[in-house]
């Protein structure tokens, strides 16, 4: 009997959505909901996308480039950690990365599948919202502290509040995955020809991602505006080629910034971030990094310790940084490449407003990372988003 789609779907992101203290250790592999799930699936889609799909060159493109950002990352681990220790850890990466990529190129192929995404995600802020608000208010993480009670795991809340409210985690590890994760429903929501309450289905997913108080989340959403504000203001003024206009501003921008700051990036910082503690560790943090990736820029470190001053912090809050530094640049070039390739392509075969919010969305997403690591959950859903964008593309056939 073959499997409805839409319980795929659903299953995936209820998986995504537990909490990481239901999960198990199998010898020395931490086995989540999502990482069991995608172990099941992963042989089935990629035999899918190999010997199945019916694909154009440039769908090709961005799927080998996906998959090789996702190969390049397996041996950089190898040749840093040895064969078994890579191939663990590294076969892990694989799976989490490539199984949800292709369970958004397999399952969401279609109009009516898309459309069952926006009404699923709109069923998960509807029942997050009066979860992460009660957090909120009373410094209850309920989810996270009911889990533990049940599973195990031992949750501790070291965040502290900000503006005296707690930070809400929702089923997530941090509350910047949970403002970042929730951060990319509302434009959706608010184009999406199947959304009867725009304006109050939008207000419900921006509240569960404030909820957080992270500035990942914060910074999103601004973007999103300020990218939503240009495309009406250009489309006013019927300005051609917005979006290579806007890019050639950004660029001006940049080169007038250096003119009055020694350091652009700690200015960009210093105006992204909640404190000027904050922009500075980023700062520093992006600039031994950068001298980590130029010491490895073919395999990069693996998982081994960056070298930095004694005194700084082990962790890098910048995905894209972090992802030069494990695994070299030919894996963080591969996955940027894929990214700007899907985004020219939607721009060039699809006009509806619903592909529009999905390029700002997918650019808020990838200026988030500059802010935060992707991991766990979050990481497995930057890649199914990836794969999301793929049924925007339209052919002569209509949409992939």
Same mark, same amino acid.
């Given at each position: 009997?073959?499997?409805?789609?839409?319980?795929?779907?659903?299953?995936?992101?209820?998986?995504?959505?537990?909490?990481?203290?239901?999960?198990?250790?199998?010898?020395?592999?931490?086995?989540?909901?999502?990482?069991?799930?995608?172990?099941?699936?992963?042989?089935?889609?990629?035999?899918?996308?190999?010997?199945?799909?019916?694909?154009?060159?440039?769908?090709?493109?961005?799927?080998?480039?996906?998959?090789?950002?996702?190969?390049?990352?397996?041996?950089?681990?190898?040749?840093?950690?040895?064969?078994?220790?890579?191939?663990?850890?590294?076969?892990?990466?694989?799976?989490?990365?490539?199984?949800?990529?292709?369970?958004?190129?397999?399952?969401?192929?279609?109009?009516?599948?898309?459309?069952?995404?926006?009404?699923?995600?709109?069923?998960?802020?509807?029942?997050?919202?009066?979860?992460?608000?009660?957090?909120?208010?009373?410094?209850?993480?309920?989810?996270?502290?009911?889990?533990?009670?049940?599973?195990?795991?031992?949750?501790?809340?070291?965040?502290?509040?900000?503006?005296?409210?707690?930070?809400?985690?929702?089923?997530?590890?941090?509350?910047?995955?949970?403002?970042?994760?929730?951060?990319?429903?509302?434009?959706?929501?608010?184009? =999406?020809?199947?959304? &009867?309450?725009?304006?109050?289905?939008? $207000?419900?997913?921006? /509240?569960? %991602? @404030?909820? +957080?108080? !992270?500035?990942?989340?914060?910074?999103?959403?601004?973007?999103?505006?300020?990218?939503?504000?240009?495309?009406?203001?250009?489309?006013?003024?019927?300005?051609? =080629?917005?979006?290579? &206009?806007?890019?050639?501003?950004?660029? $001006?921008?940049?080169? /007038?910034? %250096? @003119?009055? +700051?020694? !350091?652009?990036?700690?200015?960009?910082?210093?105006?992204?971030?909640?404190?000027?503690?904050?922009?500075?560790?980023?700062?520093?943090?992006?600039?031994?990094?950068?001298?980590?990736?130029?010491?490895?820029?073919?395999?990069?470190?693996?998982?081994?310790?960056?070298?930095?001053?004694?005194?700084?912090?082990?962790?890098?809050?910048?995905?894209?940084?972090?992802?030069?530094?494990?695994?070299?640049?030919?894996?963080?070039?591969?996955?940027?490449?894929?990214?700007?390739?899907?985004?020219?392509?939607?721009?060039?075969?699809?006009?509806?407003?619903?592909?529009?919010?999905?390029?700002?969305?997918?650019?808020?997403?990838?200026?988030?990372?500059?802010?935060?690591?992707?991991?766990?959950?979050?990481?497995?859903?930057?890649?199914?988003?990836?794969?999301?964008?793929?049924?925007?593309?339209?052919?002569?056939?209509?949409?992939?």
């Amino acid at each position: 009997m073959k499997a409805n789609p839409k319980h795929i779907l659903f299953l995936f992101f209820l998986c995504i959505l537990l909490p990481p203290e239901i999960s198990f250790n199998l010898g020395s592999i931490r086995l989540t909901p999502y990482r069991l799930m995608l172990l099941i699936l992963i042989i089935p889609l990629l035999k899918w996308l190999f010997f199945d799909s019916d694909r154009g060159w440039y769908i090709k493109l961005i799927d080998g480039l996906v998959i090789f950002n996702c190969c390049w990352s397996v041996v950089s681990l190898i040749i840093n950690a040895g064969l078994s220790q890579g191939i663990e850890s590294g076969g892990i990466l694989f799976v989490e990365s490539i199984g949800s990529y292709l369970i958004a190129r397999r399952l969401i192929n279609n109009q009516e599948m898309f459309d069952y995404y926006i009404k699923l995600s709109m069923f998960l802020c509807v029942i997050l919202l009066p979860l992460v608000l009660f957090e909120m208010f009373t410094r209850i993480h309920l989810i996270r502290e009911v889990a533990s009670t049940i599973f195990g795991g031992g949750f501790y809340n070291t965040i502290e509040p900000r503006m005296g409210f707690a930070r809400s985690y929702g089923s997530f590890e941090h509350p910047i995955l949970l403002g970042v994760f929730a951060s990319t429903f509302g434009l959706l929501f608010y184009y =999406s020809n199947v959304v &009867k309450k725009k304006k109050t289905m939008f $207000i419900t997913a921006v /509240l569960v %991602s @404030l909820s +957080s108080l !992270s500035s990942g989340g914060i910074l999103a959403i601004a973007l999103q505006g300020a990218l939503l504000a240009w495309s009406k203001l250009a489309d006013t003024l019927k300005i051609s =080629s917005k979006w290579r &206009k806007l890019i050639l501003l950004l660029i $001006i921008s940049y080169l /007038l910034m %250096s @003119l009055v +700051s020694s !350091s652009p990036l700690k200015f960009f910082l210093s105006k992204i971030t909640f404190s000027q503690q904050t922009a500075y560790f980023r700062t520093i943090i992006f600039e031994y990094g950068a001298q980590n990736v130029a010491a490895h820029p073919i395999f990069g470190l693996g998982f081994s310790d960056w070298v930095r001053p004694f005194w700084m912090p082990p962790s890098v809050d910048n995905f894209w940084l972090l992802t030069a530094m494990r695994f070299g640049l030919p894996s963080l070039i591969s996955l940027v490449a894929a990214v700007f390739i899907l985004m020219n392509l939607i721009l060039k075969t699809n006009k509806d407003k619903i592909s529009t919010a999905y390029i700002i969305v997918l650019v808020s997403f990838v200026f988030a990372g500059c802010t935060v690591h992707f991991w766990n959950q979050l990481l497995v859903f930057f890649y199914f988003f990836l794969g999301l964008g793929i049924a925007l593309v339209k052919t002569e056939k209509g949409p992939v």
